[in-house]
């Protein structure tokens, strides 16, 4: 059993009226198998935990820990972190000018598992995955997220989740700009990859559409950098009901 967990973590980022405090001491355990969603209004630390999780340098951890199987995360480098298992599906990818789609995927693996995959089942694998994702094989030959829709970028998020096979997936707002139909087709990859690698999953999002089709285990309200409350799936259809008015006026 694999299971990342997350210890009285603070993270501040630099302004131009000096450093600010997002996280104030946000404490999660995930295990391999299970499904997280973290909801929360605007402005509350969501996105900053996942870009702490991945690395990102504009984040600084100033207290707590991020532990994988009892590795200190903190201590790994952004590859070493995809290494170790850890994956993120960003809100807004970034294009890659000049590297096509086919030579990222397989690159990217190749970094992943220390050596480069077979190329006649990798290919096989490849095309599957695409084909469970409705995307058109020439989709390979762009540049990765050069001219992409909102919808073909987030297919491609869950292309890689699906091929890569961490241990664990923190989706950051992965149903921003799908409409119905794209919102269906990202779930089911996220599932796939779910029960095909005992994934875990850390799921960030506004709101309850998503929720629908990737059902989570436990519901974590984010507020003002800290998990003001925890519950199941009930918690989720609450907020719906109700917003977050009565968290942020306490």
């Known amino acids: 059993m694999s299971i990342l967990q997350i210890k009285n973590l603070h993270v501040s980022v630099e302004t131009e009226q000096g450093a600010k405090e997002i996280l104030r001491g946000v404490d999660l355990t995930i295990r ?67 590297v096509s789609v086919s030579n990222f995927l397989r690159t990217a693996k190749t970094a992943i598992d220390g050596e480069a995959p077979a190329l006649r089942p990798w290919i096989k694998e490849v095309r599957e995955a ?5 995307m058109d ?27 890569l096979k961490p241990k664990f997936a923190v989706l950051d707002e992965t149903d921003s700009g799908l409409d119905v139909d794209a919102l269906k087709v ?13 994934l875990g999953v850390l799921l960030i999002t506004h709101y309850t559409r998503i929720l629908k089709y990737i059902q989570p285990d436990f519901v974590h309200v984010f507020v003002a950098g800290q998990v003001a409350e925890e519950g199941g799936p009930e918690l989720a259809e609450r907020l719906e009901a109700e917003g977050y008015d009565r968290y942020v006026r306490a």
């Not at 999780?53 to 070493?80: C, F, Q, R, W």
């Not at 990202?186 to 005992?198: I, L, P, T």
């Open 186 to 198: 990202v779930s089911e990859g996220v599932n796939r990859a779910k029960a095909a690698n005992d």
């Open 137 to 163: 094989s020439a989709f390979t030959e762009r540049n990765v997220n050069e001219g992409f829709s909102g919808g073909e970028k987030k297919r491609h998020e869950i292309l890689q989740l699906e091929l």
């Open 130 to 134: 695409m084909e469970g994702l409705r």
């Open 32 to 98: 391999n198998g299970e499904t997280h969603a973290i909801m929360g209004p605007n402005g509350s630390g969501k996105s900053t935990l996942a870009y702490s999780i991945a690395g990102h340098p504009k984040y600084e951890v100033t207290d707590g820990e991020i532990l994988l199987d009892g590795e200190n995360v903190l201590e790994m480098s952004v590859d070493e972190r995809a290494r170790a298992g850890l994956f993120l599906a960003m809100q807004y990818p970034v294009e890659i000018p000049g």
